[in-house]
Nanobody, 123 residues
Framework: QVQLVESGGGLVQAGGSLRLSCAAS????????MGWFRQAPGKEREFVAG????????RYADSVKGRFTISRENAKNTVYLQMNSLKPEDTAVYYC????????????????WGQGTQVTVSS
C-alpha cells in the first residue's frame, strides 16, 4: 500500500511561484506513473500533470502548459510540481496520485491518492 503526502501549498500573489512536493512510502514508487490533480470549490477534480515511472515522458493540461513543470526523484520517492506565473484560477486543492499503468489523465486510473494541499493565488 502506497502512502502519499503532499506539501508546499500556500498563499501566493498572482505571478508568483510555488513548488509542491509529494513524498511516497510503503510501495514501489519508482514503478508508478505519478500525477498531479486539482479541485476547486464546486468543480470536478481535474488533471494537471503526469510523469512516467522513469521521468522520460510528461503530460500537461493545456491550462498549465508552459507554466508548470512536473518532475520526480525516484531515489527520494518524491514527485514535484513547480508552478510559475500563477493565476487566481489556479486556486485549488492539489493532489498527487499514483497509477500502475501508462501515463494517463483520468482520475479513475489512479489507485493511490494523497490528502491534498491548498494553493491559493490572490489577484
Amino acid at each position: 500500500q502506497v502512502q502519499l503526502v503532499e506539501s508546499g501549498g500556500g498563499l501566493v500573489q498572482a505571478g508568483g511561484s510555488l513548488r509542491l512536493s509529494c513524498a511516497a512510502s510503503g510501495g514501489s514508487f519508482s514503478s508508478y506513473t505519478m500525477g498531479w490533480f486539482r479541485q476547486a470549490p464546486g468543480k470536478e477534480r481535474e488533471f494537471v500533470a503526469g510523469i512516467t515511472w522513469s521521468g522520460s515522458m510528461t503530460r500537461y493540461a493545456d491550462s498549465v502548459k508552459g507554466r508548470f513543470t512536473i518532475s520526480r526523484e525516484n531515489a527520494k520517492n518524491t514527485v514535484y510540481l513547480q508552478m510559475n506565473s500563477l493565476k487566481p484560477e489556479d486556486t485549488a486543492v492539489y493532489y498527487c496520485a499514483g497509477a500502475s499503468m501508462i501515463l494517463t489523465s483520468r482520475p479513475n486510473d489512479y489507485k493511490y491518492w494523497g490528502q491534498g494541499t491548498q494553493v491559493t493565488v490572490s489577484s
